[in-house]
């Protein structure tokens, strides 16, 4: 049995400077030929999975007919046919993930504050302002997640 592999890794990294707020970035990696790109939206890193699937698809029609566009967009279509349902699945799950451990730290976070509150402070009051900003700041991360997870699943339900 003949079987041909075309393989990505995605990383998503977070980043926040000094009065910026946090932005999100990615970096694909092609396992097969380590090539890799940075991305800001996942438009880019499907582009780059597009190319090395099409470069596979040719590679693995090399011997036969001359491939023609429409044969490498049928099989393209079908693949990508086969992997769409997976990858719509498995990207909510990483959201719902990511949302609830955003969920747990805000609990923690809570509790921490609370207990704090019933302590003597240790802490001066330009600490405690920081940490309340702070608090703050995550709570309003984890609300915009969750409406854009809320959005996405509108979005898919509408497909």
Known sequence: MNQDVVSFVLRFIREEGAGQPAR??????????????????????????????N?????????????SPERIFAET????GEM???????????MEIMLEQ??????????SLARSAAAPPQTSPDQQAQLISIIERLANQVEALSAKVEHLEDRLRDE
């Open 84 to 94: 769409a349902p997976r990858y719509t699945d498995i990207m909510l799950q990483s």
């Open 24 to 53: 999100w970035r990615g970096v694909i990696k092609h396992v097969q030929s380590d090539h890799t790109a940075d991305f800001a939206r996942f438009d880019d890193a499907l582009a780059f999975m597009q190319d090395h699937v």
């Open 102 to 111: 955003g969920r747990r730290m805000g609990e923690t976070m809570a509790d």
């Open 77 to 80: 279509a079908r693949l990508w």
């Open 55 to 67: 470069e596979a698809i040719r590679q693995a029609f090399a011997g036969d007919e001359p491939l």
